[in-house]
């Protein structure tokens, strides 16, 4: 019989392999009782629940214990991240997780933080939880939340009019830090700087756009190409993500902003991020791929990957899910072309969000360069087939997952010529 270990990781005693019980669900992972399946669960339950809809309270126990700010947008929205960023801008999110961390070390059962949440009560119950604590022991986090507990009365409730200025204000506050940076005078207007940027070109517009952004301890979101153009779409989990935002802002504070533009154009910055000993990257081999072909030329497989992360950090309705904004590249290449409907743009949508899934778990997920590999040689079904289960829908997802690919003679411009 095979060997059987807890999936808690427990340090009990290792028992008989014959008293080790089996996950109902998924049948893959074993525990040694019920309190270790139960204290695993809310680790588990990804891995054990995919395909289906998961409380966003285990999305916010996951950052948690990551010690990551949440980018799940339900998450942001039902436990105050959002509305946090709106009236005191994103920097105060580190604090609002710190206050959850301090909840969930109380050992507070995740059914009862989501009761609160769904009734209204999170003040409430956040209150009563570290009341139980000495308040010599509450931390700064909790003295924090009292001066701004009226954000978690309603959540939900977003005035857009304090959203606008809280990131006009950050936005005019990145510009001047990054102007003064590059030489220009600190007395200059912000209409002025905005002017003088104005006039650079695209690729050095761009870099302006990254190099103020990390020095201000900010970076990309999906839905904007920089997002590519910068690597952070080479990003495997949110943690990979923080890394390399965190290496740009180490990396800006000691690289002057010419180098930085040539070595953007260049397709040098992962020699930049080696010459300025900065790091760590969370994988140089992805990253240096996406980066290393210059400003608007990788691999297709990177804009599939883009497309990805925007599906997971936007609500339905959002106008950059919209696949009219799909690539042509990826329409031709990941088989969205071959659409006829809503309904199977939303089957490959699903499909490729199950082959890049997992990763904050160490789990099982396809590796971007692999799959562009299946792409080129005609074998996509297979591949993403090895992530996940086509089930009934074999037969559409054999008509969906056909390409051009592998070509039989030079194409010079594939993607033009399917969409004409």
């Not at 054990?48 to 990551?68: E, F, H, M, N, Q």
């Not at 947008?73 to 920097?91: A, N």
């Not at 978690?152 to 005035?159: A, G």
């Not at 990177?302 to 990826?330: H, N, Q, Y």
Request: glycine share 8%; with cysteine; proline share 6%.
């Amino acid at each position: 019989m095979e060997g059987h270990t807890c999936g808690n990781r427990c340090e009990k005693e290792p028992l008989p392999e014959h008293c080790y019980k089996r996950c109902a669900g998924c049948r893959k992972v074993w525990y040694c009782d019920k309190q270790c399946q139960t204290q695993h669960w809310p680790w588990h339950i990804f891995d054990c629940k995919t395909g289906t809809p998961i409380s966003s309270v285990y999305y916010l126990a996951r950052a948690c214990w990551g010690d990551l700010v949440p980018r799940d947008p339900q998450t942001r929205l039902d436990y105050g991240f959002e509305k946090v960023t709106s009236m005191l801008g994103g920097h105060q999110e580190s604090r609002l997780l710190g206050l959850y961390q301090g909840v969930l070390h109380q050992e507070v059962d995740l059914k009862l933080v989501r009761s609160w949440q769904r009734q209204g009560q999170l003040v409430q119950g956040i209150k009563s939880t570290f009341e139980k604590i000495p308040s010599r022991s509450r931390g700064q986090y909790y003295l924090w939340f009292l001066e701004h507990q009226s954000i978690l009365e309603d959540p939900t409730n977003i005035d857009g009019t304090v959203t606008s200025s809280v990131a006009d204000e950050t936005a005019n506050r990145i510009l001047r830090v990054g102007w003064t940076h590059i030489g220009g005078s600190p007395h200059d207007s912000k209409d002025t700087i905005r002017a003088a940027l104005a006039q650079a070109p695209p690729v050095q517009q761009a870099c302006h756009n990254m190099y103020f952004n990390a020095l201000s301890f900010a970076h990309p979101s999906p839905t904007l190409r920089d997002w590519t153009a910068f690597g952070f779409v080479a990003a495997r989990s949110e943690g990979d993500e923080v890394l390399l935002g965190q290496a740009y802002a180490e990396l800006v504070q000691a690289c002057p902003f010419d180098e930085f533009c040539a070595a953007h154009d260049e397709g040098a910055i992962p020699a930049l991020f080696r010459r300025y000993n900065v790091g760590p990257l969370f994988n140089a081999r992805l990253f240096e791929d996406v980066m290393s072909s210059g400003p608007g030329s990788c691999k297709s497989v990177w804009d599939l990957k883009r497309r990805m992360d925007i599906l997971a950090s936007t609500f339905p309705g959002d106008p950059e899910r919209d696949p009219s904004r799909l690539e042509p590249s990826v329409r031709v290449d990941y088989g969205y072309i071959n659409c006829r409907s809503a309904e199977e743009v939303k089957m490959l949508d699903d499909a490729y969000a199950g082959v890049f899934g997992k990763l904050d778990n160490g789990a099982d997920s396809a590796d971007p360069l692999l799959l562009h590999e299946a792409c080129v040689a005609g074998k996509l079904r297979e591949y993403v087939g090895r992530f996940v289960k086509l089930g009934t829908h074999k037969a559409a997802y054999k008509r969906l997952l056909r390409n051009v690919y592998p070509l039989r003679e030079p194409v010079e411009d594939t993607a033009s010529a399917e969409l004409e």
